[in-house]
């Protein structure tokens, strides 16, 4: 999995998202950019000392890192309820079938706790290796009604903030190459702005 962190995800996570860590949180975050992920980052600056002392991963076997080694993106090598919180950014676009996976991550959420999913809307194709869907809240709450998952929260949208100049055909990442991306930036230029979608389920009990 391994997904690419742009700015409107990192924005939307600190705007819906945030306030679910505290200090006694056991979280699992599936298939992160790195380790520590952007989104433990982003929690350990806005708790500080409070920001869990559980921070677990899991990813495809083969990935360095990682706390769980999975054979395949629907079977983890993880005991049912071992979280309160299982988190994924950027990844649910790049599985063939969310519908077997999104369950997988409410398997391993204990009940009463949350699985909370970020999803691109309008991002362009990326292979990592593939790309799969755009999934808007209907769709998010019919997957997490077939995982039985009770949803808290589901929207989408953007963040980022609005530019001036014209835009361009696709949005500006955070890892778009040479002059342009450092005029955008300077100057507070999105471009095309990204829309996400963010999920919160609680899994009953």
């Known amino acids: 999995m391994g997904p690419t962190m742009h700015d409107n995800s990192k924005r939307m996570f600190a705007t819906h998202a945030l306030g679910l860590f505290g200090p006694g949180t056991r979280v699992l975050e599936v298939g992160p950019d790195g380790v520590p992920s952007t989104y433990q980052r982003m929690v350990q600056q806005h708790l500080g000392e409070r920001a869990p002392q559980q921070w677990d991963t899991v990813d495809l076997a083969g990935r360095p890192g990682m706390t769980h080694s999975a054979r395949d993106e629907y079977t983890f090598p993880i005991a049912d309820g ?92 955070d890892h778009a190459p040479g ?27």
Request: charged letters at 25%.
């Open 82 to 173: 071992s979280y309160d919180l299982v988190l994924s950014g950027q990844v649910l676009e790049h599985v063939r079938k969310p519908w077997r996976w999104l369950p997988e991550l409410a398997r391993v959420c204990r009940p009463g706790g949350r699985v909370v999913t970020i999803s691109p809307v309008s991002w362009p194709y990326h292979e990592a290796p593939v790309d799969c869907w755009r999934i808007y809240p209907e769709g998010l709450r019919a997957l997490h009604d077939e995982a039985k998952l009770d949803v808290e929260l589901v929207t989408w949208g953007t963040l980022e903030p609005r530019g001036w100049l014209p835009r361009c055909p696709q949005p500006l990442s």
């Open 179 to 205: 002059v342009l991306f450092k005029l955008a930036r300077l100057v507070h230029w999105p471009l095309q702005r990204s829309h996400d979608a963010v999920t919160i389920g609680r899994k009953p009990g």
